[in-house]
């Protein structure tokens, strides 16, 4: 069961509006920093002429070496694409490209831009804060899964946390994890340092889930004499084939089905290589 | 405050499956200024999610419509779930949100599949004959309603004789697109996918199956006018809106039965 919040007690009591709330909320946060706010990659600062939004590595950079955008829809073309040109299917992860400045009139105008760079960023933020947010555990969020996502269900508990650790941390995705395995079990992955509260396993994460799922069975039954599975089998060779012609190329994002995605290495690298170096403790995917 | 959502597919790995409906977005926002204050666009694989854009919206007054063109499993079972609908109308948190059905069985459709017809044909010579429409359904052994959209817009095309023919053709069930493309006894042939996106089928599979070279493909008996995807036409922002307007009496409607 979701958690009820306030706001959704509802009743004949006059709504409130959440949304409306964390748009004034979020505006009056950025205007009490002289220097900005830090949001994701983005740094938000309030100017004589309304709003200005940047990536943090780009602070101090003059509009000259910038492209200036001010339209605040203009920011899901920004949020789009990595510098590489990549497609960005998830906009927490560490991957927004640079080079730009976007200006916008009000508040208004920040809550949509704030809302392509970050989608229901600020809302969540806002609930976040008060103390307000809905959690929706891994398990809950299992069940209600339909379809080819059916399986996650069956998924072991420690699938799910290596899963996190895999798919989650600030490597690899910049919002703050706030939903465990279920009321019981935390989830042990490191939640992040970023202002973007994670309120609830992402679609990513559930696509993530289903294929350590498959992972998971085939462990079962398909070991060969040294204990590997045929998917580590196949990428240890992927990895390999890939190095030695100089150069890895890496499988999209979320495309993890292919052996060279880097959440299915970070999963290999806490699943696999203790099976290969047993002598030494398992590290952690961001080490090294 | 009024709101229209608009909810799309969305994909992990590419940017076409999302364009369209930011696309709509843009145009009813454009032309339809003052009918709405918000136009959200949600999916189910991008943010933001159905999950999470109520949180998002402001309004208290909400219509959700769609961009998906058969009733199924999308329609019927993970929307309304994942944006915790109970019906055609919800009231919860002091906020009524409308759903509208899906696009394609919609009575405006052959009107968009019609204008996509005419801009491909546009400027382009046809050979003297007939001249049949073919629409491309993806189609599925596992929804009949899948397959039952396309056959209902090529029937309401049919009626109004435009064209000499008008077949259907699918990616996954019968009848297979390249026998119905080979067979229809016509010199031209105008094909035009009844999806709401391009993406891997209709840019790569689709053009590859049938031996298409572009828009237009000259063979010895024909000429095949390849269409773009019905969905990415611009005239699919009227039909949302149309779709939205079209909840707003259920209410009224939902009243009278009760009483």
């Known amino acids: ?55 943090a590595a780009n602070v101090g950079v003059p509009d000259e070496e910038l492209v200036v955008h001010g339209d605040p829809r203009e920011a899901r073309e920004i949020a789009k694409l990595t510098e590489e040109g990549e497609y960005r299917p998830l906009k927490s992860s560490p991957n927004l490209r640079r080079g730009w400045v976007l200006r916008v009139e009000d508040e208004r105008g920040l809550y949509v831009a704030m809302n392509y760079l970050y989608p229901s960023g600020v809302v969540h933020w806002h609930l976040y804060r008060n103390g307000e947010l809905e959690i929706t555990n891994y398990r809950e969020n299992a069940a209600r899964q339909s379809g080819i996502y059916k399986r996650v269900q069956r998924l072991s508990d420690e699938g799910v946390q290596n899963a996190a650790r895999a798919c989650c941390e600030d490597a690899v995705c910049l919002k703050k994890t706030l939903w465990d395995v279920d009321e019981n079990t935390p989830r042990l992955s490191e939640p992040g340092e970023g202002e973007i509260p994670c309120p609830e396993p992402c679609s990513i994460f559930v696509s993530f889930a289903r294929r350590v799922r498959l992972f998971e069975r085939e462990n079962k039954r398909d070991l060969d004499a040294i204990g590997l599975s045929p998917s580590e089998k196949e990428d240890l060779s992927a990895l390999v084939d890939a190095a030695a012609t100089g150069s890895v190329e890496f499988a999209r994002e979320a495309e993890f089905e292919e052996p060279l995605n880097e959440r299915r290495m970070r999963y290999r690298k806490l699943t696999l290589v203790p099976k290969l170096r047993p002598d030494e403790d398992a590290a952690t995917p961001d080490e090294g | 405050m009024k709101a229209l959502i608009i909810v799309g597919h969305g994909s992990h790995l590419n940017e076409d499956s999302s364009l369209p409906v930011y696309e709509h977005a843009a145009l009813v926002r454009d032309h339809y200024t003052g009918e709405f204050d918000e136009v959200v666009e949600c999916f189910w694989k991008e943010e933001p999610s159905m999950r999470h854009v109520l949180d998002m919206v402001e309004s208290e007054n909400i219509t959700v419509v769609p961009a998906f063109i058969s009733e199924g499993y999308f329609t019927q079972q993970v ?38 017809a005419d801009d491909l044909l546009k400027g382009k010579g046809t050979r003297p004959g007939r001249t049949a429409l073919v629409l491309l359904g993806h189609g599925t052994d596992l929804n009949k309603n899948s397959g039952g959209v396309v056959y209902l817009n090529a029937e309401r095309i049919r009626e109004r004789g435009v064209y000499d023919l008008v077949e259907v053709g699918f990616l996954d069930q019968d009848p297979p697109i390249a026998e119905v493309v080979e067979g229809v006894e016509a010199e031209n042939v105008v094909l035009i996918p009844v999806f709401i996106a391009e993406g891997w089928h209709t840019r790569e599979t689709i053009p590859e199956d049938l031996g298409l070279t572009g828009e237009v493909t000259e063979r010895a008996d024909k000429t095949i006018f390849y269409g773009a995807p019905v969905g990415t036409h611009p005239s699919v922002a009227d039909l949302i809106v149309s779709r939205a307007r079209e909840t707003e009496g259920r209410e009224a409607e939902l009243a009278r039965d009760v009483s």
Do not use: C
């Open chain 2, 79 to 116: 929307i309304p779930r994942e944006l915790g609908l109970d019906g055609p109308v919800t009231h919860r948190d002091g906020r009524t949100i409308r759903y509208a059905g899906p696009l394609g069985t919609f009575e405006g459709m052959p009107d968009v599949i019609l204008e996509r």
């Open chain 1, 1 to 55: 069961m979701r958690a009820t919040s306030p706001e959704r007690s509802g009743g004949e009591a006059p709504r409130r509006n959440t949304a409306a709330e964390a748009r004034a909320a979020f505006a009056a946060w950025v205007g009490e920093a002289p220097e900005g706010r830090s949001f994701g990659q983005v740094i938000v600062r309030q100017t004589p002429e309304g709003y200005e939004l940047r990536h």
